[in-house]
């Protein structure tokens, strides 16, 4: 065995579940550029390579952490009891969902059983997270960040290529029940943040998944609806403020260290993104248009940022090691 094989081993057990928003950050940015050709009615012919390059990280990662789980199963038994670690597990099923939304106008063939799967398992990550949060013996209040809203309010995702491919009535069960922990844990997480310490400076970045919940219902009940009525307004510019008021705070996210929570920040710009150029699609008012292209730029360029950064903290082992 090499040294780099052999070093490449000792990490293994230390390779953190969060590394799967990697791949979600890919496929929203990947979501945004197949929007964004579609409504300035222009083929840059990327959709193909944008997919197959998430598709082929999800597909190492999925492997790297299958191989964790089979030589290092306590490792993985330690995150799924952790308080804060165990919400990320959910990042896998949400992957699957993106891709089949990613894949949706590629070719539905691959997007269903995409689809299929994501769900199914999204489920399965919902109701084993809520049960740990019902009988915990361990959480406490400053556990309580953002990332809890991955595994209940990532069910809002569903209806996105759900509602395409023709599983309707699912689509609505799963946007019911991301929107029920929506409003459970937007509350929980703004007393924590309001009337407790804050937030730990390694997951800082996670406050942009704020952005998520209202940017994604909003594309999901629309795609259910088929119309912008009150409720979809409401959803599209709850995201939309929280947009505002987090760019606001650009200068402390600036400051901190990088750590790969700092993909947080990638799938919720693409989702205020997303539902900036479908608010132009269905109010026909430019402005959104450009909004929704201007978030892309920024979009586009984080995640390009986020991709040198992580490359180079993989390469100088400062990921996948104790502590982290």
């Known amino acids: 065995m090499s040294d780099s094989t052999d070093a490449a081993a000792r990490r293994l057990p230390y390779l953190p579940i969060s590394f799967f928003a990697v791949v979600m950050g890919l496929a929203g940015l990947t979501i945004a550029w197949e929007k964004a050709q579609h409504i300035f009615g222009v083929d840059l012919h990327i959709n193909l390579w944008l997919a197959g390059i998430t598709a082929g990280v999800f ?3 999925a492997a790297i952490y299958a191989f964790k789980l089979v030589l290092h199963g306590s490792a993985v038994l330690g995150e799924l009891r952790h308080p804060v670690k165990l919400n990320f597990f959910p990042t896998i099923s949400i992957s699957l969902l993106l891709l089949s939304i990613a894949f949706l106008p590629i070719d539905a063939a691959i997007s269903r059983p995409l689809w299929m799967a994501g769900a199914a398992l999204h489920l399965a990550f919902t109701l084993y997270v809520v049960n740990v949060w019902i009988h ?4 406490e209040v400053h556990h309580m960040n953002p990332a809890w809203f991955i595994p209940a309010v990532g069910n809002v995702l569903v209806p996105v290529a759900g509602v395409p491919l023709g599983f309707t009535d699912v689509s609505w069960f ?31 970045p996670t406050l942009f998944i704020l952005i998520a919940p209202p940017a994604v219902g909003f594309i999901a009940y629309t795609r ?6 009150t409720l979809a307004r409401v959803l599209y510019f709850s995201g939309l403020f929280l947009t505002l008021l987090l760019f606001t705070q650009a200068p402390r996210f600036a400051k901190l260290k990088f750590f790969l929570s700092w993909w947080a920040y ?10 900036s150029m479908l608010m132009f699609e269905l109010s026909g008012i430019p402005a959104y248009r450009w909004l929704g292209a201007g978030l892309l730029l920024v979009l586009t360029a984080i995640v390009s940022m986020l991709l040198v950064r992580t490359t180079i903290a993989v390469a100088r082992h400062r990921i996948c090691v104790p502590g982290h």
């Not at 991301?178 to 997951?203: A, C, K, Q, S």
């Not at 990638?266 to 539902?275: H, K, N, R, T, V």
């Open 224 to 229: 259910l609806t088929g119309e912008l009525d």
């Open 266 to 275: 990638s799938f919720p710009l693409a989702a205020i993104s997303i539902a």
């Open 136 to 139: 915990h013996e361990h959480f």
């Open 59 to 61: 597909v190492t990662l």
């Open 174 to 204: 799963f946007f019911s029940v991301g929107m029920l922990f929506w409003g459970v844990l937007l509350t929980i997480i703004f007393y924590r943040i309001l009337f407790h310490n804050p937030i730990d400076e390694r997951l800082m």
